[in-house]
């Protein structure tokens, strides 16, 4: 609990500190809130607490790479495509036929994340689409799992790995179309809903 309300206090912080020059102080508090979800569920001990844990972990890398400045970019996204990757080793890659279905509309998604970004993102093309391809398939084996199971747990999970995708998308219009619209109150905001909620899916999560 304790953790819980230090998360909140590190996340109000960062919110506060966007609207002025604080760059380093960005930097420092910006990883805090994902961190000490980590740290929340550490003790657990099954394949998909600790494939959520390693992805949390490996998510604040990536917070703390995307808030130093442009140059860091690359390893910011490098750093959020790995923790996609742990998260999906959590969700499971048990495929049947009916699945290869349900990953219609995220392949929609992914299409037209590339058809509108891809032209302004430069020499990022290649990591950029990476990137997409790959929170396309941890979104939808988290919709897999939560469509075969149906429990409070993999809801939560298939929730935060939506809101991930929301987040990611207020994320790449900001960076490279430049739209008023995608604040970034709104892309941290999603994000870090997105984490609780994949963290929270411990709770009660299967033990495989």
């Known amino acids: 609990m304790a953790l819980a309300a230090i ?29 000490l ?16 844990v390693i992805g949390l972990i490996v998510s ?6 995307l808030a130093v400045g442009d140059s860091f970019f690359l390893y910011g996204l490098g750093a959020f495509l790995i923790a996609h990757v742990c998260y999906m080793k959590a969700f499971g890659w048990r495929v ?6 349900g990953l219609f509309p995220f392949l929609v998604w992914s299409g037209l994340m590339a058809w509108i970004l891809l032209p302004h993102t430069g020499q990022l093309k290649l990591p950029v689409m990476a990137y997409i391809l790959v929170i396309c398939l941890m979104m939808w084996r988290a919709t897999m799992r939560w469509i075969v199971t149906r429990d409070a747990a993999t809801m939560r999970a298939f929730l935060g790995a939506l809101l991930f995708g929301v987040s990611d998308t207020l994320l790449s219009c900001q960076l490279f179309l430049d739209v008023g619209w995608a ?11 997105a984490q609780a909620l994949i963290a929270s899916s411990m709770i009660g999560a299967t033990a495989d």
């Open 96 to 101: 049947t036929r009916k699945q290869v279905v």
């Open 60 to 65: 604040a890398f990536g917070d703390v790479y």
């Open 183 to 193: 604040s970034p109150y709104a892309v941290i905001t999603t994000y870090w809903l």
């Open 37 to 52: 979800l980590a740290l929340c569920f550490c003790y657990k001990s099954s394949r998909y607490t600790t494939w959520v």
């Open 7 to 35: 998360a909140v206090i590190a996340a109000l912080a960062y919110l506060i500190s966007l609207s002025g020059p604080y760059a380093s102080l960005r930097a420092a508090i910006k990883p805090m809130p994902v961190l």
